[in-house]
């Protein structure tokens, strides 16, 4: 078998090409194949430039030579082979990294300033270009989770969750910067590992090592009601207490998200994930795994969640399976324990995940044995990692460092 | 009765002496020796004669041989020559009577000779000729008899051979099989050159080789003949051996045995009993997942917090420390004032208090990780503690330090009289039993009840060198585990319930399964056993995949999961399935060889534990490290 029939074909207008079978080499790999493209491009349009393309046979990526992929995905070759064609992700460019005075365990960022929680007991508000513009001071001990709330003009609300069993509630103004913690929610009887504010900015959910999940009010309490003396005495604000307890997980709970603004998803090291009715507090849905559950994340575009477990490969399942909970999918590459998942929020086939092994690899779903990218940065255990709307790559770990990266899907995206 | 010879009644009855025939020493204390006709006394002879008397008598008296004692008179008799010739005779077998002569002519009267002269001329009988009516009758009454079939006729003899066919009932396939079972002799060995009239002359002996042949013994001559040259074959002798040689060869095939050699074919996998598949009795752990960096020196025991978020360990670098257990983060570092030898985490979930052993002091702490609530209610239990009124003189002085140590998190110094090597809590975390290895002592181990601080030495005498002790989980038991024996004591009863033997020289450790009934055992040398406490006092199973020492073993808390440390470095993980029923055996399968710890001065793995909730198994090694195996 040295030729194959394949035709091509593309979504995007701008390379789109003849539709007729090419009788092509079986052993061409990706170079090969993206020179046939460009130079048939070439020859329909003069002023083409060069573009790297990726391949994909059948939804998934071509990664090795044409015969051995199709040998192994077990594709007849008597046929035509329809090979799509997609313009190739550019490598996520590298851009700040911003040095902590301990190790990184949480980290989140909207369009402006990025909020990390450290081991120091502190979080820390940086700005995207790296520069430190304020420390959140206040627990007593190891902060775990962050969170921002919202944006009001020049104020925001943001939220740290530490191993000292409190979640905080703080008011930041960028414009003076200066920090006010506003609310002090006790409640749990564990570390509080986890936080996630629902889509109305208006509740946010806390899971704990004390196998609980609360929900809170994320909303600011009329500051008039309260008699000055008090003020003085709470440094933290007054205490808040639970909207509602979710109880039901028999371990600890490791990862906590909203998927809408009804239905609550955690992960826990129980080894499953439930779904919860936010309204009425009663489980809806449970999947179980066979591994404690370190991380999940949610992804609206494809309606799959993602976890990583304390094995070496990132799972995705389908949240409304009713018939038992099947893994969809593992994307294995990782070496050490899963500790961060993230969708992209733009793209529904993209999610990084950030391993012990000191990785954090960029995946794409139609590729689950290589990852498109291994960003090796890190020196250390990865424990967090963010994606941002705006196409901002975050990670932060053990080394003390938090990294971040410039990723766009496409190059002809870059520009825009 | 002494028995009498039947002779003295017809030899020696003296009428004189009226007694009987009785035995003589009866009358042996009396001064008479029995009464004569009549019915007076006999009285004993006067006999004077002693040993030497007697001597003399023997010596000069030339008829003292035929002077013999008389026990019915008590007097001695000399006896005449025809006596003495009477008793001659019947020694030699000879009638008495010296006339008798046993040999004199028969006279043969009744003879086949017809004499000329009949002894009686009487007619024959008139019944002698005519037949007899008695017989007649007799015959009648048979011959009735017969006919009636009262009286069978006697069966005719029957002529059939004696011999028979050994082999007549044997089917044609047996005499086949019997061929088959033919062994044949075994082959002599043809005759090679030496044994040729003209042999090769390398072939012929030397004088040496001949003076040596000869002078060796018949059975260890390498050839039983001497190999000799020829010139022709006519010129060779007959053979003089030839008989002899036949001889032996029959003997060898007669007595030799042969018989067929049985080969069992077994299949050796047919052996190996029958275990499920590690595979199928996952989870277990299998990968090295987290290693916990940070001690300087080797880490001699680590301990896990009861809700599996926080584990300690206890290094020689004379600190403590404290880990997060999920990212391997040393949340907290303590210096305590030795090597740190043991350290346990208290079981109970409501009480956060850590017992750490260095030297002769064992120091609770309280970690301050975990619920505030509970790290606080602790604290105050510890300080509400009221001195009692009457102040008993205890063997261990219990201390609250001050200052830094408070502040470290340190509640309680307990300080012993000797060096503790061993902590370990009851399942309800008020009770703390300490070791004090020391052979012979009487105060080896020692309980602490922790709220009211008092300290008791549940044993009055101890055997041997305690090396471990462990609290069992559900039922008033004490396990204390000496070099060779584990004794179970009952402490309501106070009273020794077991002894387990382990078959081993020197055990290093123990552990207790959760349901109670199972207790593992380490041992230096390289042996792990498991004992069923309902089954038997010697152990159930021994394990030896170690290769050297065992350090440390480990049940865990939910899985049917066990797990051992050793000096080789390696930690094995067994499954060890434990059955409701009671007449299944425990199911034990080893999974899995956990590599991973470096060997530092020739020491692996020194202390094993288990996550309270996961299928993880912690190992603390001698290079300094505690490593999570997944």
Known sequence: ?416 | MPFRPAFSRCFSWDIRNTVGNIPMEWYKDYPHIGYDLDGKKIFKPIRNKDELDEFLDKMENPDYWRTIHDKMTGTDVCLSDEQVDLVHRLQQGKFGDVNFNEYEPAIDFFSNEVMIHPVTNRPADKRSFIPSLIEKEKVGKLVHAIKMGWIKPRRPKETAPQYYDLWAKEDPNAILGRHKMHIPAPKMRLPGHEESYNPPPEYLLTDEERQVWEQQDPDERKLSFLPQKYLSLRAVPAFSRFIQERFERCLDLYLCPRQRKMRVNVNPEDLIPKLPRPRDLQPFPTLQSLVYHGHSSLIRSISISPSGQWLVSGSDDCTVRFWEVCTTRCLKTMEVGGPVKSVAWNPAPSISLVAVSYGENVILVNPGLGDRLICSATDQLISSYEEPEEVKDQQVQWAVPEGKAQEQGQRLILTHPKAVKQVSWHGRGDYLACVMPDDGSSLQVVIHQVSRRRTQNPFHRNKGAVQCVSFHPSRPYFLVATQRYVRVYNLIKQELTKKLMANCKWISSMAVHPGGDNVICGSYDCRLAWFDLDLSTKPYKVLRHHKKALRGVAYHKHYPLFASGSDDGTVIVCHGMVYNDLLQNPLIVPVKVLKGHIITHDLGVLDVAFHPTQPWVFSSGADGTVRLFT
């Open chain 1, 1 to 416: 078998m040295s030729q194959l029939q394949a035709r091509f074909f593309t979504d995007n207008k701008k390379y789109v090409i003849d539709d007729v079978p090419f009788s092509i080499p079986a052993v061409s790999e990706i170079t090969d194949l993206s020179n046939v493209i460009n130079k048939l491009l070439e020859g329909k349009n003069g002023d083409h430039k060069h573009v790297e393309f990726d391949f994909l046979v059948q939804g998934q990526f071509l990664r090795s030579s044409l015969a051995t992929h199709l040998e192994t995905e077990n594709i007849s070759t008597e046929e035509v082979v329809e090979i799509e064609y997609v313009e190739k992700y550019t490598a996520p460019q590298p851009e700040e990294c911003i040095m902590h005075d301990d190790w990184i365990s949480s980290v989140e960022a909207d369009s402006e300033w990025i909020l990390t929680g450290s081991y120091d007991k502190t979080a820390r508000i940086w700005s995207l270009e790296g520069k430190a513009v304020a420390t959140v001071a206040g627990h007593t001990d190891v902060v775990k989770g962050v969170a921002w709330v919202k944006r009001d003009g020049l104020s925001s609300l943001l939220l740290t969750a530490s191993l000292d069993q409190t979640v905080l509630l703080w008011e930041w103004s960028s414009e003076r910067n200066k920090l006010r913690a506003r609310h002090c929610c006790r409640g749990h009887a564990g570390s509080v590992d986890t936080i996630s504010v629902d889509p109305t900015r208006s509740k946010f959910c806390s899971g704990s090592w004390d196998k609980m999940l609360k929900i809170w009010s994320a909303e600011m309490s009329e500051e008039s009601n309260r008699p000055r003396k008090k003020q003085k005495t709470e440094q933290l604000g007054p205490t808040r207490t639970p909207l509602m307890t979710l109880s039901g997980h028999t371990e600890a709970v490791s990862s906590v998200l909203w998927m809408d603004t009804e239905e609550l998803c955690s992960a826990s090291w129980d080894h499953t994930i439930r779904l919860w009715d936010a309204e009425t507090g009663s489980q809806k849905n449970m999947l179980t795994g066979s591994k404690v559950f370190n991380c999940i994340s949610y992804s609206p575009l494809c309606h799959r969640l993602a976890t990583g477990s304390t094995d070496r490969h990132v799972r995705l399942w389908d949240p409304r399976s009713k018939d038992g909970s099947l893994v969809l999918l593992s994307l294995t590459s990782h070496t050490g324990w899963v500790t961060a998942v993230r969708w992209s929020p733009s793209h529904e086939q993209q999610l990084i995940s950030g391993s012990l092994d000191n990785l954090v690899k960029l995946w794409d779903t139609r590729s689950c044995k290589a990852p498109l990218y291994d960003l090796a940065a890190h020196e250390d255990k990865v424990l967090c990692a963010d994606w941002t709307d705006c196409g901002l790559i975050l990670s932060g770990g053990a080394d003390n460092k938090l990294y971040t990266y410039r990723y766009s899907a496409c190059l002809s995206d870059a520009g825009a």
